[in-house]
């Protein structure tokens, strides 16, 4: 059983004691990403839209960086301030995934690190 922790500088560093994924195995969980651009740990916007993309390119940094990629996610938390917004992250996912899609939990939250208004994580495999 091989453990590694995985850090990428494009994607934001962590806010907090976590690492921004470990993998085990063939196995990657990723912690939660926010729309923070790395370069500037701010927020990119207060735009819903904007926000999501920025989230799921963070992910894609940090699943290049593990040797996986967007098609092996096997599983999505995501996390929002607004249920109203399920309808853009679905149109998001569209675009990003191939069917079959992956698994995923959508949870309606009162708050979100940095007043985010987005927040993903994700289990991933290197196969």
């Known amino acids: 059983m091989t453990i590694e922790y ?3 500088d494009k994607a934001p560093a962590a806010i ?3 690492s921004q994924a470990v993998k ?3 196995m ?9 651009v790395p370069e500037k740990m701010e927020i990119i916007s207060e735009d819903i839209e904007s926000q999501i993309k920025q989230v ?6 940090v699943l290049e960086a593990s040797g996986s990629s967007y098609q092996k996610i096997l599983k999505l938390n995501v996390y929002l301030t607004d249920l109203t917004h399920f309808g853009l992250v679905n149109k998001h996912m569209e675009e ?11 949870i309606g939250i009162n708050q979100l690190p940095k007043d ?5 994580d994700a289990i991933a495999t290197t196969k």
Do not use: V
């Open 6 to 8: 995985i850090h990428t």
């Open 16 to 18: 907090g004691a976590y």
């Open 24 to 26: 085990l195995d063939n």
């Open 28 to 36: 990657i969980y990723l912690s939660g990403q926010i729309p923070l």
């Open 56 to 61: 799921f390119k963070n992910l894609g940094q």
């Open 96 to 106: 990003i995934f191939e069917k079959p899609y992956p698994a995923r939990a959508a």
């Open 116 to 120: 985010a208004l987005i927040e993903i």
